[in-house]
């Protein structure tokens, strides 16, 4: 044993001492130019190529670290053997990710290649401005020499747009709404945020199913269509008018859009707004990605109809340029609160040069009449697509039931089920009104079918004895009266072109002689 101790010490002695020799005869820089070289050699025959992807670059945070690492997030959990596990702010999901020096193979278009997370310890650190982390992360990405053009144009665009979409799916909605007065927060940023909690979808709203499947259908086609906005030169944007009475369900349908879609919501107080370029800087602070709502249109500033607010004016010439800038408040002079948006203003911000400053948006506004608006808001272009929310119909009422008591349209007995068809139209119920009859007996689902035929009975007897159910001698139905609104809104809005152009014709005919 003493004599394989001896035999070890004199080995290294030797080892120590070649070392020592070759470090005398050859300096470190012909060393490293040696090492360099035989690394170039060994890369001309390689058929790989490597690139370093690292968590920062210089002092700024590598955004294709951050994409990389959230794109191998969703094959990792699958194929990975050994996972790190992250929650970021604001999310509510749990992100797998590779553990340190760890590798993991990828496939895209039928091209496979190879990630490997590299972990290192920093060398000391002098004086710095901003500390780097003790430790050095980074991906390198093993490909094909064949295939690099491949990768790089279009394997990492994909990556991109991938990671995004498993970033906005994991990170929780957000619900903004302008700062009071127009103030900034702590970041500087004119909009405040909750996180959106909103249960609501298209699965539990109370609507007709033909006419959801309608708006679904709507959505989808904006969501998916960047190409067909670009090629159209068309901003990709798109806006959605609902009116009908209160309590239909138009909250509930906006809430139902931000779930189906990923979208944030940014609701906006019109009240709090001051002037036009204010109203443009808001527009400006928003994301791609979202709603923007303003609900009650009708009730939030004086936007109403100039056809009918003509009779109480008493112009006896008016500039074509003056045609949509009317003060918010409905004069020449600021309200109260110093509000002088006009309506100018709210039109260029969903239809003007400002409302594509940026992408994949939808504008929504909300009204209980729609007859009280401006026909210059109704137009396609600004609200391309408008949707009525009735009163509580056949299929809405069966929505509602499935909702709150968990009945099948078969689970309720048939003759029940065909008086509810028979005077649901006539009660005029909102679901509002229906869903609050089913909660109060939810422990009690006889109970609460039976209290709810007997609401709609009564409030159909009542609608025929005091005269108000429309339909009834000869009167027009529901729809047919909004559908009649609607169109002479839109009427009204030709006639004042055409009046507009005649009294340019007349001041041109004036300036002439």
Known sequence: MKEYWTSLASLLGVLAFCQSLMQSIFPPELRFAFLKFFNRVFHLFSSYCYFDITEIDGVNTNELYNAVQLYLSSSVSIAGNRLSLTRAVNSSSITFGLSNNDSIVDTFNNVTVLWEHVVTQRQTQTFAWRPLPEEKRGFTLRIKKRDKALILTSY?????????????????RLLYTNSRGGSLDSRGHPWESVPFKHPSTFETLAMDPVKKQQIMDDLKDFAEGQMFYQKTGRAWKRGYLLYGPPGTGKSSMIAAMANHLGY?????ELTEVHSNSELRKLLMKTSSKSIIVIEDIDCSINLTNRKK????????????????TRPGTGSGEESGNGNTITLSGLLNFTDGLWSCCGSERIFV?????????????????????????????????????????GYEEEDVEEDVLKEMERVVDRAEMTPADVSEALIKNRRDKEKAVRELLEDLKSRGEGNVK????????????????VEEEEKRAIDSQNEEEDTDEEEIEVEDNICKD
């Open 156 to 172: 990492l665009d994909f990556i991109m747009e991938r990671a995004n979409e498993i970033r906005r799916k994991n990170q929780d």
């Open 264 to 268: 944030d919501i940014y609701d906006l």
């Open 309 to 324: 607010n003509s009779n109480a004016t008493t112009q006896t010439q008016r500039s074509y340029y003056d045609m949509e």
């Open 365 to 405: 506004f909300t009204t209980n009449h729609i007859e009280k608006l401006d026909p210059a808001l109704l137009r396609s272009g600004r609200m391309d697509m408008h949707i009525h929310m009735s009163y509580c119909d056949f299929p809405s009422l069966k929505i509602l039931l499935k909702n709150y008591l």
């Open 466 to 481: 005091d005269g108000k159910l429309r339909g009834q001698s000869g009167n027009l139905t529901e729809l047919e009266i």
